[in-house]
């Protein structure tokens, strides 16, 4: 099965508040972790990714939080927009393998 | 150009048929990807090229076929489809393999009939 999941398949937040996505994985030996977004009628499109060797990095308006100890990780959207709304996907690099292993995907929807 | 192109956009094909899907970029990537996608579900890696060379094959079934003329190009050569088969397929690249950073095209939708 997947080593990569997430606990919600719809979020639904108010335009201008803050998102957070979560994300689970149980591989042990993941040690690169990767948000993309996926709007409808395209492909994946890279967000902001984290090695294990980190607990926090920030980019413009989003912020992923890595916790190894019960292996999971969030996205934060800040100042939520229309443009957000997509399905966003967590993926993992198991150590050594090429490739990434995308988890379930949550979509987010803006209330305006 | 930070694009990949995939080619068609589109594909209607009976179970005896062969056909196949094209992918390019131009950005000087080394790695290239496969990916297929159902309805509502995530990407499934299929195929990986590391310097046009397969590192990755994700035990496709043989009517996946999967083919890297240059560095530029990546073709998935499809013969014998099943219904099941019907999907998106994405194609990706990135710098080489050892990134997460992977630039996406927009799919070939395919339908087997």
């Known amino acids: 099965g997947e080593s990569v999941g997430l606990h919600l398949p719809t979020l639904s937040v108010q335009e201008g508040d803050n998102s957070i996505i979560n994300c689970a994985y149980s591989n042990s030996a993941s040690d690169y972790f990767i948000w993309y977004k996926q709007e409808s009628g395209k492909g994946p499109q890279f967000i902001i990714d984290?090695?294990?060797?980190?607990d926090k990095r920030q980019g413009q308006r989003v912020t992923v939080l890595l916790n190894k100890t019960v292996k999971h990780l969030s996205l934060q959207i800040a100042a939520t927009q229309p443009g957000d709304s997509a399905v966003y996907f967590c993926a993992e690099n198991i150590r050594g393998a090429d490739g990434l292993t995308f988890g379930k995907g949550t979509h987010l929807i803006i209330q305006p | 150009d930070t694009e990949v192109t995939q080619t068609p956009k589109h594909l209607v094909m009976g179970m005896t048929n062969k056909k196949s899907l094209k992918c390019e970029q131009h950005?000087?990537?080394?790695?290239m990807y496969w990916y297929k996608q159902k309805a509502k579900k995530p990407p499934e890696l299929m195929f990986v090229y590391s310097y046009e060379k397969l590192s990755i094959n994700e035990s496709v079934p043989s009517r996946f076929s999967p083919e890297c003329p240059n560095s530029s190009l990546l073709n998935l050569h499809l013969h014998a489809l099943q219904p099941e088969d019907s999907a998106l397929y994405l194609c990706a690249s990135s710098r080489t393999v050892n990134t997460g950073e992977l630039f996406f095209g927009e799919g070939s939708r395919l339908t087997v009939l």
């Open positions: 984290i090695r294990s060797n980190m």
């Open positions: 950005m000087g990537h080394r790695a």
